[in-house]
């Protein structure tokens, strides 16, 4: 089991303001010198309460906690901390007991508008470490994926779990989820990583791959053949790499990467010829938080995004206080 969840009657009240429904988020759960399943996803909610009440003070902190919000690291208690109303009706929640991080997608409210949301929490000793977190609110979403918060749901293929004699190791897992991000780097039509037949993906609410609606263009292709014909050329970059949460009992990876758009491809040509405009010809930058599913068969069927803009080129804090990553910003030079 993936861990409780908020129930229907506490993020409905969440949602439509009736006030928290519990006091969770005000006590201090004991810390524990482990922390399993269970543990994550109380400690997880006990998070979610105590943002409910923009208050931090009666969670279990680390001594030094290290908190981000659209990469930028602020005090506990800062962002939206401050803003927040309530939440959606959905949370995504899973967990990776070996490393003690949770990670979960969701909506959020404030001052009665709904933005997606994503983070993930690393726990050691039953103490909260880090927190990392991307608010994607709609004025600052700039030109990307953009669907109602309200209808927001999740393929329940991420908490079924796969049989224990074909689980994937940990590094196999993060190799597939690497091999998706350098298909998508400076796209030419290679497949990095394998896909499964009807592998869909969802950004901010939007399914952007697999859609099942024949007149959404672009979005109706499942992953692979979405990327065959070499339409992401103009994704310059997927750097600074971190692979956050890995769990082989689900095929889970959870991956903070940033795409860079260096604005200077003004025309793409694609595999059978075609010329086509890329949809962003200025310099921009994504901060992403990306969940793949993987199979047995080392294939990606889902993945579910989260991602919001920030600074063109801004590095990562977690990478800067040596976070371990992979393709870092600092060795791809000038564009």
Known sequence: ?????????????????????????????????????????????????????RDPRGLPWAAKPKFTENNVALPVGDGLWGTIDGFGPNI???????????????????RDILSFWGGRMKVVGGRIGEVETVVVRKAHQNGGPWSDPAKLAFDPIYLQPIPAAKRLTRAKLIAVAEGYFDTLQKNN?????????????????????????????????????????????WDDRVRD??????????????ASVFIDHSGKTTEITLRDGTKTKPPKMMPDTAHVLELFKVDADGAIPRAETVLGATLYRAPSPWTLDGAPTTHRLASYGRP
């Not at 524990?32 to 400690?43: F, M, V």
């Not at 394998?194 to 099942?212: L, S, V, Y």
Request: aromatic share 8%.
């Open 241 to 254: 790499r971190r692979y956050t949460l890995v769990d082989p009992e689900h095929g889970l990876v959870l």
């Open 189 to 233: 039509g290679v497949l990095h990583t394998k896909f499964a037949a009807a592998c869909a993906r969802q950004e901010n609410g939007q399914i952007t791959a697999g859609d099942p609606d024949p007149k959404s263009g672009r979005n109706h292709m499942f992953c692979g053949p979405q990327f065959e014909p070499g339409y992401f050329a």
């Open 92 to 110: 995504l929640k899973v967990t990776d007991p070996q490393t003690g991080t949770v990670a979960w997608f969701g909506v959020v409210r404030e």
């Open 1 to 53: 089991m993936m861990g409780r969840q908020l129930s229907a009657v506490a993020i409905a009240a969440a949602l439509w303001g009736l006030g928290a429904p519990t006091d969770a988020g005000q006590r201090a759960r004991p810390a524990a010198p482990t922390c399993g399943r269970e543990c994550l996803a109380d400690i997880a909610d006990d998070y979610f309460q105590a943002l409910l009440k």
